[in-house]
């Protein structure tokens, strides 16, 4: 190894311990255990892929994905629609811009825990916030966290909430490299606002547009903590997430099928995960 | 005519960002205020502030235990993180060594694994060595887990300070720690604090490693202790959960309010370009 291969390695070796010994290790036993028997106080031995043929029959698992799946979908959707709207918000001169975008923030910064516990008394059946302002345009009471439906919009507006910050910053730096050039000549050529976002902002915007969808596709597809709170994954498992479902394992002891399901959400963030490599090459990498 | 429409837009959006952001933080407040959470059915609100007192005085609801926890294991990680990541950053963005790219891709592959296929071997691990519930069981996690953004940061961070001056102190015989230390540090310190409180947050708010890793208020955290909080009689202590997460808030508020630059730019520093 050459002077400077070693140098090299003396700086980046306190990080690849730490992310070998709680990460990689962590990662690879759990993917050995998925082959494993390994339930609580019983005996450990190697059963191939007998959980994974135990998890394509198993009903409630496919139902956590396609919850797993549809979930982002939907609610990464509409976090980029809010974030675009705060982004360019965010982006005007304005008085107190700073404290405003601080403000932004806030929702995003405080722990997810926090805010499904919010979200929940918002949705409380009887003296719930969201019942008493729909009072007011002749609907509901709705029960929300009641009805599988119902849960799910709760759990995607908690989640919409709290993530949309982070869309709109990454926007928000793709809008601050855009030429303000690009807007005065438009609007000296008569474009109104709403013109000069669909043929200005918009095509210069996609390839942190696409960014900011990758990030959060995978990030929404661990969604865990906002679920324990909120729903519990109910009701009758309507709203639970391979996280959750494979939490529910572990917490039985059932640690060889809990890894099974682990790893089935593993094999979904890698494929999430290619594609973002993918697209990162255009430019992202330039160190 | 266009610029009338501007500025209708202008406002709306302001407003729009307002109500999005505050509504449920003042909910929260004003929960945590009120006598009663059912005020909105059950006529009149009475302002008060006995949850707070409730919440600090009795010992049983390990309140301050957990805010305790969460400072200390949030606090200490995100230090650490920060200084692994920094010298890790300085390698990638000085010394031109081969493999620099795919280290950086699979740093950043890392940190897209779900914490699921983390947690269930990680739990097993820590049990062995008798680390479940202690706070080196929590912080020595976090401070891997949040490397590969504290990487991301600080590279960013490290590769605007023009080389030259690396070159400048190489040419009176400095080593490479010494040019980190004495050189590079203290010009990339805002970029070094700013991780700091990132990391910060990305720690303080994170539940699922401290829900396994954790069995009571020794060690439990902040979302762990407003997770599982429960009533006497089921009934949720809606008070109570309240004035804690107003109390938990604030640290996170104040750090995004007075350092919004800092945390903007970090997080998105590696996301353009």
């Known amino acids: 190894m050459n002077n400077k291969g070693r140098d090299a390695l003396l700086f980046i070796l306190p990080l690849i311990c730490f992310v070998i010994l709680f990460i990689l290790i962590p990662v690879i036993g759990t993917l050995l255990n998925s082959l494993r028997q390994d339930v609580s106080f019983m005996p450990k031995r190697f059963i191939g892929f007998t959980n994974f043929v135990r998890l394509s029959a198993d009903q409630k698992f496919w139902q956590s994905v396609l919850f797993t799946l549809v979930f982002p979908a939907i609610s990464v959707f509409l976090e980029m629609v809010f974030g675009m709207v705060i982004a360019i918000t965010l982006n005007q001169t304005l008085k107190l811009r700073g404290l405003l975008r601080g403000i932004a923030l806030i929702p995003w910064a405080i722990p997810g825990v926090i805010s499904a516990r919010i979200w929940q008394m918002i949705y409380r059946y009887d003296y719930g916030l969201a019942n008493y302002l729909l009072k007011f345009v002749g609907i509901g009471p709705v029960n929300w966290l009641g009805s599988s439906s119902g849960a799910f919009l709760c759990l995607v507006m908690a989640d919409v909430w709290r993530t949309t910050p982070f869309v709109a910053i990454i926007l928000l730096a793709g809008l601050q490299v855009i030429p303000t050039e690009l807007y005065e000549q438009a609007k000296v050529d008569g474009a109104g606002p709403i013109k000069r976002f669909l043929y200005i902002t918009l095509p210069l915007l996609s390839p942190i547009i696409i960014v900011a969808l990758i990030f959060r596709t995978i990030d929404a597809l661990r969604v865990f903590d906002i679920i324990y709170v909120l729903t519990g994954g109910g009701p009758g498992g309507a709203t639970t997430s391979l996280s959750i479902y494979g939490y529910r394992f572990y917490l039985l002891g059932d640690f060889g099928y809990g890894s099974a399901i682990s790893v089935m959400l593993f094999i979904f963030a890698l494929i999430f995960a290619l594609i973002f490599i993918k697209a990162g090459k255009f430019g992202r990498l330039s160190v | ?273």
């Open chain 2, 1 to 273: 005519m266009v610029e009338r429409e501007e500025a209708v837009l202008k406002k709306s959006g302001v407003i729009f960002v307002l109500f999005f952001s505050l509504i449920p933080v003042f909910w929260m407040l004003i929960i945590s205020l009120s006598q009663s959470p059912d005020f909105l059915v059950n006529g009149e609100m009475v302002l008060t502030l006995k949850n707070y007192f409730d919440i600090i005085a009795r010992h049983n609801l390990h309140f301050l235990d957990f805010l305790k926890n969460s400072i200390i294991v949030a606090g200490i990680s995100s230090l650490f993180s920060t200084l692994i990541a920094a010298l890790a950053g300085y390698a990638v963005s000085r010394i031109r060594f081969r493999g620099r790219m795919v280290f950086m891709i699979l740093v950043l592959t890392l940190s897209m694994f779900p914490q699921i296929c983390i947690i269930g071997y990680l739990y097993k691990f820590m049990s062995r060595l008798g680390w479940i519930n202690s706070y080196p069981g929590l912080i020595l996690p976090y401070i891997a887990w949040s490397l590969p953004l504290g990487l991301w940061i600080m590279l960013s961070y490290f590769s605007q300070i023009p080389r030259e001056l690396d070159e400048a102190a190489m040419v009176d015989g400095a080593n490479r720690f010494q040019i980190l230390i004495r050189v590079i540090l203290p010009v990339a310190l805002p970029g070094f604090l700013s991780t700091i409180l990132l990391l910060f947050i990305f720690s303080f708010n994170e539940f699922l490693f401290a829900l396994m890793l954790t069995t009571d208020f020794h060690s439990q955290t902040v979302p762990v202790g407003i997770a599982l909080f429960q009533g006497l009689h089921g009934e949720l202590p809606w008070g109570y959960i309240m004035s804690a997460s107003t109390i938990s808030c604030l640290p996170v508020i104040i750090i995004a309010l007075l350092f919004q630059r800092q945390i903007i730019q970090g997080l998105t520093r590696g996301a353009v370009k």
